[in-house]
């Protein structure tokens, strides 16, 4: 080999080693890899896929994975031109997952608070969802959580709504879930529900079930957001431009209103 031709083909290789190099003299991150990603140019998410509305499988279970929270992030990668893979996960072992690092991130309406918040990160909240106190539609003589002094709410014994109906002076009526609780309601067995604000827009937009109304909410409301570990700040930052995108044009309260019939996004 000549040593032009030598000299050619270095000159060629320092070109593209310089292609591959930012100003600092470093490698140029490629396909999201400066956000330290499970796998470059994928969002690798955990989620439970048995989780209705917010991740699940159409039809009888074994169609394709869908939900608020799946929609939700496969507009964020869209945002930050990422694939997505989720991984389906049940919840016990979700976070234990993420600390291993088999997942970027959890989308699976985790809600943000102070014990979470002293081992994770967070993105900016997706979904603020209030309490609310549930009454028949013809009733209105509840319309204040000091109304239900005296009253007969339906509440599972180990939810935080059951310390909000006993504080609030409710005689209350041990009960399985929503459903149960719903049902006592309906029959007249019970004055009140009190429960999360999106489990009964799900089960207005999901039953049609104009029978029952919302009579007060809290003053506070819970905030669910994407939880990741304490060495994806670069990504929780580039998500939260991407949520902000997606609040801006629309497309947060079009998802939001798809699967509740409201905007529960702010």
Request: proline letters at 2%.
């Amino acid at each position: 080999m000549s040593r032009r031709v030598t000299a050619a083909s270095v000159l060629a290789i320092a070109a593209l080693a310089l292609a591959g190099c930012t100003s600092t003299g470093e490698t140029a991150p490629e396909g999201g890899d400066e956000y330290g990603l499970v796998t470059p140019g994928t969002l690798t998410v955990a989620t439970e896929g048995t989780y209705r509305p917010f991740s699940f499988h159409e039809g009888d279970g074994t169609g394709a994975l869908v939900g608020y929270d799946v929609e939700i992030i496969e507009a964020v990668a869209e945002k930050l031109d990422l694939e997505v893979r989720f991984e389906e996960t049940q919840w016990d072992a979700i976070f234990a997952g993420l600390d291993a690092g088999r997942f970027d991130l959890i989308a699976n309406q985790v809600t943000i608070n102070d014990e979470r918040e002293a081992n994770y990160l967070f993105s900016e909240p997706y979904t603020v969802s209030p309490g609310v106190i549930v009454v028949n539609a013809d009733d209105d003589s509840i319309s204040s959580f000091d109304d239900l002094d005296g009253k007969t709410t339906a509440q599972s014994l180990t939810s935080n709504w059951n310390e909000l109906a006993v504080s609030s002076g409710a005689k209350v009526e041990n009960v399985d879930g929503w459903a149960q609780a719903i049902s006592l309601l309906k029959q007249g067995r019970v004055d009140a529900t009190i429960n999360d604000k999106l489990t009964f827009l799900d089960y207005e937009q999901t039953e049609g079930d104009t029978s029952v109304k919302i009579a007060a909410e809290t003053d506070e409301a819970g905030l669910s957001a994407f939880a990741f570990t304490q060495d994806k700040q670069a990504l929780v930052d580039a998500i939260g431009g991407a949520l902000d995108e997606l609040r801006a044009d629309g497309t947060l309260a079009e998802i939001s209103d798809k699967y509740f019939g409201a905007d529960v996004t702010e």
